[in-house]
């Protein structure tokens, strides 16, 4: 069966700070792949999908990047942490080439002071 | 713009009673949903999922409901347990890859 692995669970860091999230996939091979992010009380923002390996597509404009090294992981990164990038971001599969079936990590919460 | 909303934010309902949570959505066009169950701290739980060719599909313990007439979704829980307790939202496609969620709806099971 397929699993997603996200980590770290919790994060701590100060502003300026860079960042490094990553989350892998078992079981399956050419996982579509997400990073979303989550606030307090709101519906789910995607930050950035990738079909294939090198291949990213950004949804927002903001302070992070994300990048796919191997087929079934995904990073996701800053280079200096801004307060407004505290957040439950979570990393998401799917196997299908539309999006459908989308199955979540576990999610990082990320404190950013 | 399009969006998926929810009729209650809260929940509370009696254990071994039956649960229904509603969601409205706004695109017609929209043609695949989900429902996911949130605990605290934790990554949406994918429970079940249906097609607009369809206007019921069950699972264990949990139906999904889709009118799309009045483009209302719903999520019956058989025998709420207190291992329900949860936010649940629903989700749809808008597009490839662009998912839409609600905000969500706080589930309380009462002992």
């Known amino acids: 069966s397929q699993t997603i692995h996200q980590w770290p669970a919790t994060l701590v860091q100060p502003v300026g700070s860079p960042l490094s999230l990553e989350c892998t996939v078992e079981?399956?091979?050419?996982?579509?792949l997400y990073w979303y992010r989550q606030a307090a009380g709101r519906g789910l923002q995607l930050l950035f999908y990738s079909v294939g390996i090198g291949q990213i597509s950004s949804e927002v404009p903001q302070n992070l990047s994300a990048s796919r090294p191997q087929d079934r992981q995904f990073i996701l990164s800053s280079k200096k942490l801004l307060l407004s990038d505290s957040g439950f971001y979570l990393c998401?599969?799917?196997?299908?080439?539309?999006?459908?079936?989308?199955?979540f990590g576990s999610g990082t919460q990320l404190s950013v002071l | 713009g399009e969006s998926v909303g929810l009729h209650l934010p809260t929940l509370s309902v009696q254990e071994g009673d039956n649960s229904i949570i509603n969601c409205a959505y706004s695109n017609s066009a929209s043609d695949y949903f989900i429902w996911y169950k949130q605990e605290s701290g934790k990554g949406p739980q994918f429970i079940i999922d249906?097609?607009?060719?369809?206007d019921k599909r069950q699972g264990q313990r949990v139906t999904v409901l889709l009118n799309k007439t009045v483009k209302h979704l719903s999520l019956q829980i058989a025998a709420t347990q207190p291992g329900d307790s949860a936010v649940y939202f629903c989700?749809?496609?808008?597009?490839?890859?662009?998912?839409?969620f609600g905000t969500g709806t706080r589930l309380k099971v009462l002992a």
């Open positions: 079981g399956t091979s050419n996982p579509n």
């Open positions: 989700a749809e496609i808008s597009g490839t890859y662009k998912y839409i």
């Open positions: 998401a599969w799917s196997p299908d080439s539309r999006g459908e079936k989308l199955f």
């Open positions: 249906i097609r607009s060719n369809m």
